[in-house]
């Protein structure tokens, strides 16, 4: 079957942005459709000779780095990788992004906050004027799903939980809707001071480039 013209733009911005790991690299591997293309892409160089080690953001991402034979490393004893590569569902020109559609955002928010250079890959369908088309994720402990949804709605959000989904961490994930998401930083911090609340998917410090796949060709921000 022919590929889609969206994965076909994954596609591009994922091989364009790999071309930036170097031999001796510690990679974050994201999760999702188009970073998925990215462990292909990273797979295939390391086939070719590319000495790399890679961190996995999901199990999902971990199988499939490992099926095609990428070396993976416990991320617990690191302090820094050098270069994520991740997707997103709405980035803007700022590279404030919100990330989690895939479940995987806890983890994601920690290997791009390690990295020393986090790239965000992505078809130009999700580059956004402003954030907050799409609800913003927050993974949950269990027993805290209550309070936790009473303090966002506190912050002006709705939260609703994503049915029958466990993160790999075996967590719940709320997802949050928002009327307005004006201050996405200050939303960032207060969703972060919430007890209970592990970790969420709006990214506004972590993301240094993006790679938007146009059908007029690859444009780089940073
Ligand atoms: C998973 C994510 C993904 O990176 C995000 O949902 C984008 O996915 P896709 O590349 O499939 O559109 O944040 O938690």
Redesign the pocket.
């Known amino acids: 079957m022919a590929p889609s013209p969206s994965d076909a733009l ?1 596609r591009a911005a994922a091989e364009a942005a790999v071309d930036e790991v170097k031999s001796g690299m510690i990679v974050g591997l ?6 998925a293309f990215a462990i292909e892409a990273l797979a295939r160089k390391a086939r070719n000779g590319l000495d790399i080690r890679a961190v996995a ?2 199990e999902r991402s971990a199988a499939q780095a490992r099926a095609e034979g990428i070396t993976l490393i416990d991320m617990d004893g690191l302090a820094a990788i050098d270069l994520a590569i ?4 709405e980035i803007d020109a700022r590279l404030r992004a919100i ?7 806890l983890r ?1 928010k920690i290997v791009a906050a390690a990295a020393r250079r986090m790239i965000a890959v ?1 078809d130009v369908s ?1 580059a956004v004027d402003r954030l907050g088309q799409r609800p913003v994720p927050v993974e949950v402990l269990p027993l805290a799903q209550g309070y936790v949804a009473a303090a966002i709605r506190a912050l002006g959000g709705d939260p609703a939980l994503r049915a029958g989904t466990r993160t790999d961490q075996g967590n719940v994930i709320l997802d949050c809707r928002f009327a307005a998401l004006d201050d996405p930083a200050a939303l960032a911090d207060r969703l972060a001071a919430i007890p209970g609340a592990l970790g969420h ?1 709006l990214f506004v410090t972590e993301i240094d480039a993006l790679y938007l796949a146009t059908p007029g060709g690859i444009v780089v921000r940073a």
């Open positions: 994954k994201g999760t999702g459709s188009t970073a953001t999901s991740d997707g997103v569902d990330k989690g559609a895939g479940g995987a955002m994601e992505a999700k998917g």
